[in-house]
T-cell receptor, first 111, second 110 residues
Framework: QKEVEQDPGPLSVPEGAIVSLNCTYSNSAFQYFMWYRQYSRKGPELLMYTYSSGNKEDGRFTAQVDKSSKYISLFIRDSQPSDSATYLCAMSWEGAQKLVFGQGTRLTINP | KAGVTQTPRYLIKTRGQQVTLSCSPISGHRSVSWYQQTPGQGLQFLFEYFSETQRNKGNFPGRFSGRQFSNSRSEMNVSTLELGDSALYLC?????????FGPGTRLTVT
């Protein structure tokens, strides 16, 4: 079993829809949670990062962490074709030097 | 603030050769990590450096090595290249706990 599980998709939704992306994890030591967006042939771009449980909102993006369920989510409101990319969740524990990544979900927003 | 820079962006090498990749972190960041990204394995941690010291290493063979200089710039080296080393090599610069990635070096081994 992988430490971080993420549905690879692909996920295809119409423009303007609300997108929900999710990851589950098994290591209860994870404290830091990140979401990255990666366009084809580019490096991952940090979208959101949170510490421990709770919600964080930034524009059209909302990140949620539920540590009791070992489940994190990224919501994208009013999705745009430019949001079409692969979304990666990543997590780490206190004092960690590395991130553990999910496999990434390929998302397409159709005009 | 300038982001993470990596050079070169693309490389084509043949089996048995060696390669050196370079990374300059965000100004003020002292921790640099390297990751390998492949379609099959996703993003995998190679190693991390802080103040010129390797603090952590992933599960990769000894052919993969790295170093960090006093200005925080880092290099990674892969010796005796194999076809399976073809991948996107990413460098990340660490803030408080979040990591910022560079554009990557795409290595193709033929």
């Amino acid at each position: 079993q992988k430490e971080v599980e993420q549905d690879p998709g692909p996920l295809s939704v119409p423009e303007g829809a609300i997108v929900s992306l999710n990851c589950t994890y098994s290591n209860s030591a994870f404290q830091y949670f990140m979401w990255y967006r990666q366009y084809s042939r580019k490096g991952p771009e940090l979208l959101m990062y949170t510490y421990s449980s709770g919600n964080k909102e930034d524009g059209r993006f909302t990140a949620q962490v539920d540590k009791s369920s070992k489940y994190i989510s990224l919501f994208i409101r009013d999705s745009q074709p430019s949001d079409s990319a692969t979304y990666l969740c990543a997590m780490s524990w206190e004092g960690a030097q590395k991130l553990v990544f999910g496999q990434g979900t390929r998302l397409t927003i159709n005009p | 603030k300038a982001g993470v820079t990596q050079t070169p962006r693309y490389l084509i090498k043949t089996r048995g050769q060696q390669v050196t990749l370079s990374c300059s972190p965000i100004s003020g960041h002292r921790s640099v990590s390297w990751y390998q990204q492949t379609p099959g394995q996703g993003l995998q941690f190679l190693f991390e450096y802080f103040s010129e010291t390797q603090r952590n290493k992933g599960n990769f063979p000894g052919r993969f090595s790295g170093r960090q200089f006093s200005n925080s710039r880092s290099e990674m080296n892969v010796s005796t290249l194999e076809l399976g080393d073809s991948a996107l090599y990413l460098c990340a610069s660490k803030g408080a706990y979040e990591q910022y990635f560079g554009p990557g070096t795409r290595l193709t081994v033929t």
